[in-house]
């Protein structure tokens, strides 16, 4: 599995449809990004200028709400996940 | 219910009339995009150099004035919110 | 009233003569912006990274000058106010 | 009076000749900009990390060289002065 | 050897098939370049305001992806060496 | 005489040949802009964020290499001195 | 010899080529620019925050790797040298 290091958070964006309710399949660029996503895994957090780190503020499983267009895509094991750093993270949906 | 991170605060933008006086239909951009919203949730503050957190500065149900053009528009539950940093919020309206 | 936050300031910024000695009303871009106001509330000071405030250094009922251009316009029960930032403020006049 | 903020110095910058040798009345942009000034008021220096403040390096009556081009230009009871931080102070004049 | 200096890491980035199934060569630009590599030599670390180090948080051997376009090529011994920093280091692959 | 301030040293740049071998009187721009300069007056050094001041590193006396094209040219009783940071001190010829 | 301050180091860059295999001549932008260099000498660190120096990594002697592009070049007793700051440095080859 992929350990995301630092501040970073690793996530799983929920599949958007590909196909419109009358069956037209949609070129990627017509598709709405998803702001929304599973946190997969969590780095330890940034360390401070006092050598302590701040932890991040998300857990493994919470659904998050992150800037558009943040963060780096990568493929692992045949999924797409996204990495983006906890200051990306807008907010939990609780 | 979205909770916001860090320094964020979730708010709700206060409606703006979408007809005028005459009845006439506005399209989006000829609407004054308004400054004052309610405080709906609010992050637990943003961690310091030495390791505290700096509490927001606002609470919940505070009328708020904010930076035009600040923060991220988020869709919850069929209600649009936004997310603003606490450093975007000028005043609390008393 | 409106409750400026953080290191914030509140102005009233002072009226300018809208016509010239002759009597001919000025456009609003032949007028000189003023950069006098009068402080007519004061934020509670940013956080430092002692987890600190900063006092904002002037006080209500303050005569000050600021920087031309800084500050976001808010309007508030009919009058026009400009909130700045301390340290957007010049001088006092005393 | 003016009485500056933080680590800002009010200065009164020294008349420059506005007409040459030979009587020729110079236009504004012909005359060199004038770099030497003399130190009105001092600010209380400004507000450390620590929470102490730094004091400013120069006194009242001080001659000072400053930086071209920096500064706010304040008109006040008549006279120009030039606000600027001390930073922007390059040395004195012994 | 190549040691690396402060928060920098070397890496061995994976060897990329330079040629298609059909057995086309590719030029240079149309192959995807590689996200992954292996810690070849890590920094000690750098050093924060308090005079300590910040350890890197990954080790020799460990298989990480990393920021594209991130770093600086070596070429040392005849192998071709990635020197990147510890941040731009986004996941270790366990 | 100019005492400099903060980290900044005042220094008399060497003079430069305006002649060629030949005889030839160059223009401005072809001569090369000497590097080396000798220290004539030293700042206190600039403030730390625990209100300790760091000690510039040269001394009045010190012949000096300095970045091109760094600090501001100040003339102070007929002779041209150029202001420059410590920071923009490369080295100090022994 | 030069003395380098902060956290400069003086390198001297390894000759370069200036002649081709089958005996050409090549113009100076036709040479790859070397990346490795000698430490000749190397400054006491930078100071941080706390008012303590953070030693450079290098020591004189050390072969070492630098980002290309990076420092100043400087002429000294007929010698070219190069002054990079440490944070250039990437890596020791040992």
């Known amino acids: 599995m992929l350990k995301p290091l630092g501040n970073r958070v690793l ?3 929920q599949k958007v449809e590909e196909t419109t ?10 598709k709405e990004k998803p ?6 895994a969590v780095g330890e957090g940034r360390v401070l200028d006092n050598g302590q780190r701040a932890a991040v503020d998300v857990s493994v499983g919470d659904e998050v709400v992150f800037e558009k267009y943040a963060g780096s895509e990568v493929k692992y ?5 996204l990495v983006v750093k906890d200051t990306d993270i807008i907010a939990i949906v609780e």
Chains 1, 2, 3, 4, 5, 6, 7 share one sequence.
């Open 11 to 13: 996530l799983e964006v």
């Open 21 to 30: 309710a009358s069956g037209l399949v949609l070129p990627d660029s017509a």
């Open 35 to 40: 702001q929304t996503a599973k946190v997969i």
């Open 77 to 81: 094991d045949g999924t797409e996940y």
